[in-house]
T-cell receptor, first 117, second 114 residues
Framework: AQKVTQAQTEISVVEKEDVTLDCVYE???????LFWYKQPPSGELVFLIR??????QNEISGRYSWNFQKSTSSFNFTITASQVVDSAVYFC??????????????FGTGTRLQVTL | DAGVIQSPRHEVTEMGQEVTLRCKPI?????LFWYRQTMMRGLELLIY????????DSGMPEDRFSAKMPNASFSTLKIQPSEPRDSAVYFC????????????FGEGSWLTVV
């Protein structure tokens, strides 16, 4: 069975600090996808990134970066120079590799990030 | 472009009443998912459809829950009879062909059963 663990329940930082959200996963599959979603206080879930297990290159998008390490089954998310607008709950998720029709995502329990002035 | 549209956004109902939640997926998407979010259980998949066909309903809590997808642009999740423990946010999400399992969520339906 697939499992995603986000050990950090809540993190508080001061604006402009860097913060890393941890994600550890378990799967018996050799190929799979990993995701991060953001849930701001308004409640909707916003897709941030998808990474397939073939590609261990780190990815950077503006202040966001993701570090995928297959050897440690981790897919960590770093926000550089955090801002108040980054305050949200962040979910890591895992799915089977896409085979032509979608399959389900298994979500972690989320990490609540609070960024203060 | 319009996202996933869910209705109602908020509903308060009395225990024992029937509740119907509605979802319109993004046009062109061929997979549809119903998730439930609670403080205790987090985000859990209830059921998902591919090309209007239910693929996995193992997450549906019990017989009081049912879901249908009569066509590519509409799905319902029904709870009958409702119970206070059904209080949660119910999210509908959809995914297009070739998206590598990326799903796009609606804004959720906030259900309170009193």
């Amino acid at each position: 069975a697939q499992k995603v663990t986000q050990a950090q329940t809540e993190i508080s930082v001061v604006e402009k600090e860097d913060v890393t959200l941890d994600c550890v996963y378990e799967t018996r599959d050799t190929t799979y996808y990993l995701f991060w979603y953001k849930q701001p206080p308004s409640g909707e879930l916003v897709f941030l990134i998808r990474r397939n297990s073939f590609d261990e290159q780190n990815e950077i998008s503006g202040r966001y970066s993701w570090n995928f390490q297959k050897s440690t089954s981790s897919f960590n998310f770093t926000i550089t120079a955090s801002q108040v607008v980054d305050s949200a709950v962040y979910f890591c998720a895992l799915s089977d590799l896409y085979t032509g029709t979608a399959s389900k995502l298994t979500f972690g329990t989320g990490t609540r990030l609070q960024v203060t002035l | 472009d319009a996202g996933v549209i869910q209705s109602p956004r908020h509903e308060v109902t009395e225990m024992g009443q029937e509740v119907t939640l509605r979802c319109k997926p993004i046009s062109g998407h061929n997979s549809l998912f119903w998730y439930r979010q609670t403080m205790m259980r987090g985000l859990e998949l209830l059921i998902y459809f591919n090309n209007n066909v239910p693929i996995d309903d193992s997450g549906m809590p019990e017989d009081r829950f049912s879901a249908k997808m009569p066509n590519a642009s509409f799905s319902t999740l029904k709870i009958q009879p409702s119970e206070p423990r059904d209080s949660a946010v119910y999210f509908c999400a959809s995914s297009p062909p070739g998206a590598g399992n990326t799903i796009y969520f609606g804004e959720g339906s906030w259900l309170t059963v009193v």
